[in-house]
């Protein structure tokens, strides 16, 4: 790029810093979510910090999520904001929280992160925990309750699971006592390490209408800013009947695309996706163009492949048939089949794998 030549902007990426992570979550997308990933972490400080530096070099760039596995089990994260804060980048964080005390929620206060969200699964320790692992639903909230005075914006989130979905009501009352206003209604995808979860917590599509009619007043009458942030098909849910919520869509080939960047400098379609764009393996190699990269037809074209089942739908060209990256984990093609969320309820095969009639 030549001195002064205007960036391509893009809209985020989210930088998995760390394989990582403290918990051991039924719903994880990681890939790499194993004992040999506690064991050995891919990334190092070092690494990650030339990525990143690269990645502002060659971009505008709206903003950073930082993520993992855990981010606060990370070595790299604090240097890594103070990087971040050197071009004035917003950044948000997607912590679980628990490993938050008073010397961490200190430390990162001075940065003004956007926000940190991080996840209740349910209203008590016995649920969330049947999600989480044993010993964390304590340490959530208070890692929350850290965040909160020393003045860090702490954003929900609620990952909706055939085991939690009739208590999402409930769920968002204890967010609301906790003095938190805004939350993500993230809807379970059976990718990464999830994938093995599938037929314990994949919601069937009543489970999902049974949440979202739970969470509605407290969208209309409450005063709390829902996020439908997982793709919903819409000839599976009627988000019209939800208004009050807001509903996401596959954003990849869009200007609203996050691109994920994994602890091994692997560039992916988004933190769910497997495979990385191009093949490429990392992108601190000088062989690399990084605009080349994100500009590329299997980024800007991938929604012009839908799958067989939706070509006629009204909503193909925005659907796509759901989430690609749950389809690629569980059917082994992103654009082939529609999302799991959906092919549970058409398909006998897919319903038989997950124990589940029709």
């Known amino acids: 790029m030549s001195a002064g030549a205007p960036r391509l902007k893009i ?3 989210s930088i998995e810093l760390t394989s990582r992570c403290n918990q051991q979550c039924r719903y994880c997308y990681n890939a790499w979510r194993d004992a040999s990933a506690q064991e050995h ?5 070092a690494a990650i910090l030339a990525r990143v530096r690269r990645l502002m070099d060659a971009f505008e760039i709206g903003h950073f999520t930082l993520t993992g596995g855990e981010p ?3 070595p790299a994260v604090f240097e890594l904001l103070e990087l971040i804060r050197t071009r004035s980048i917003d950044v948000h964080i997607i912590s679980n929280g628990a490993l938050i005390d008073d010397r961490i929620a200190a430390r990162l206060a001075p940065f003004r992160p956007r926000y940190v969200q991080c996840t209740l699964n349910g209203p008590d320790a016995a ?16 890692g929350i309750r850290a965040l909160q005075s020393c003045g860090v914006r702490v954003g929900g989130c609620i990952v909706i699971t055939r085991r939690n979905a009739a208590r999402v009501g409930e769920t968002l009352a ?8 805004q939350v ?11 994938s093995r979860f599938a037929s314990e917590l994949l919601p069937a599509v009543q489970d999902v209408h049974v949440a979202l009619e739970q969470a509605l007043p407290f969208a209309t009458e409450r005063g709390m800013s829902l996020h439908s942030t997982m793709p919903l098909p819409p000839c599976a849910v009627e988000t019209e ?7 996401g869509s596959c954003a990849i080939g869009s200007p609203m695309q996050e691109f994920a960047l994994g602890p091994g400098g692997e560039l992916r379609h988004c933190t769910l996706h497997r495979n990385p764009i191009g093949g490429v393996g990392d992108i601190q190699s000088d062989e690399v163009n990084l605009e080349a990269l994100v500009t590329s037809e299997p980024v800007l074209r991938y929604k012009d492949s839908v799958p067989e089942f939706c070509q006629e739908c009204a909503h193909a060209r925005s659907c796509a048939g759901g989430c690609g990256a749950a389809s690629e984990w569980a059917f082994d093609d992103a654009r082939r089949t ?6 549970q309820h058409m398909d006998d095969g897919y319903a038989a794998r997950l124990g589940r009639g029709h």
């Open 11 to 13: 809209n985020g990426f």
């Open 41 to 45: 972490d891919r990334a190092d400080a």
């Open 72 to 74: 606060f089990a990370s």
């Open 127 to 142: 649920l969330h925990e049947a999600h989480t692992g044993p010993g964390q639903f304590e340490r959530v909230l208070a």
């Open 174 to 181: 204890l967010w609301q006592s906790l003095g938190i206003r």
């Open 184 to 194: 993500a209604l993230s809807r379970f995808s059976p990718a990464g390490y999830a």
């Open 241 to 247: 009947r939800f208004k009050g919520i807001k509903f």
């Open 338 to 343: 529609p999302d799991p969320f959906l092919w």
